[in-house]
């Protein structure tokens, strides 16, 4: 939050006619009310609030929503060196989808970092890891990264809101991301790619880029996701993300379940 102080253009005489700015401050947690000693008037600023406040829907403009999916888009093609020839998002996903033809997931989760990568300066992600991540043991920056990933990245899931996540220590901090309905994984009808695209890339650029450890949440019946900043995902053998079966939209799922009736035709191929 961002507290802003207006100043009464009035100024007032103290006892020993020195003049003082009077002030008023709108309300905000980030600021106490002003005091005064001897005549001066000063107040105290705190970057950190002690009230819990109420999720926050972050919204940004929808004029940067083409440039944006132009400038993720353009970074996957030069990584897969093919594009689609369908506009917007529905060749973006087409883009994800021939991201993993032809390589283990190992691969694929590799070039989603690359990806993920060339779209910051590389001295940015350095200095953020070096010199942001530690403030605060951590929780300045998990708290900026989720502010940012929901102003930044509504174009790619769809409508999301900075929400609290609890710590391992029981406390809590507004460092989580909920999106309501993730439009990537609806739009890609795949638990695979959404798995090794998105989840475990993602997970793995915030912790080893910017130093913002990241547990990724996707729910796979009503397509919500929640990101947790500041928390460690576990090993992928105990992650439950990673043993969904494959989902009813998915186009090819319902021709392996007649071809093979066993309980590997329904897991997916991809993941």
């Known amino acids: 939050m961002i507290g802003r102080i207006f100043y009464n253009r009035e100024r007032k005489e103290d006892r020993i006619g020195s003049p003082v700015m009077a002030m008023v401050p709108l309300p905000s947690p ?11 008037t000063a107040i105290r600023v705190s970057c950190f609030s002690n009230s819990t ?29 093919w594009d689609s020839e ?18 283990d997931n190992s691969k694929t989760r590799d070039a989603a970092v690359r990806i993920l990568k060339s779209l910051f300066p ?12 530690p403030i605060h043991s951590g929780k300045f920056a998990a708290s900026m990264v989720a502010r940012v ?9 769809g409508p999301c809101a900075v929400n609290s996540v609890d710590l391992p220590n029981g406390s809590s901090m507004m460092s989580g991301v909920f999106v309501e309905k993730c439009k990537y ?15 475990l890339p993602t997970q793995t650029f915030f912790k080893d880029h910017m130093g913002v450890p990241l547990l990724m949440e996707p729910n796979f019946t009503d397509y919500s996701c929640q990101f947790k900043f500041g928390i460690l995902p576990p090993q992928q053998e105990v992650d439950d993300a990673l043993k969904e079966p494959c989902l009813e939209i998915c186009p090819s799922a319902v021709r392996r379940k007649e071809m093979n009736h066993n309980m590997d035709a329904h897991k997916c191929p991809k993941a």
């Open 30 to 40: 980030l600021f106490a009310w002003p005091k005064v000693y001897h005549g001066k």
């Open 53 to 81: 406040p109420e999720p926050i829907e972050a919204r940004k403009p929808k004029v940067f929503d083409n440039l944006f999916l132009s400038l993720f888009r353009n970074k996957m093609v030069q990584e897969t060196g």
């Open 86 to 103: 369908k506009p917007g998002y529905q060749g973006l996903i087409e883009v994800a989808h021939r991201l993993t033809v032809g390589q």
């Open 122 to 133: 590389p001295l940015l992600l350095e200095l953020y890891r070096m010199l942001v991540a």
């Open 149 to 157: 990933t929901a102003l930044s990245c509504q174009w790619l899931m």
């Open 185 to 199: 994984l609806e739009e890609s009808k795949c638990v695979g790619i959404c798995i090794n695209t998105c989840k």
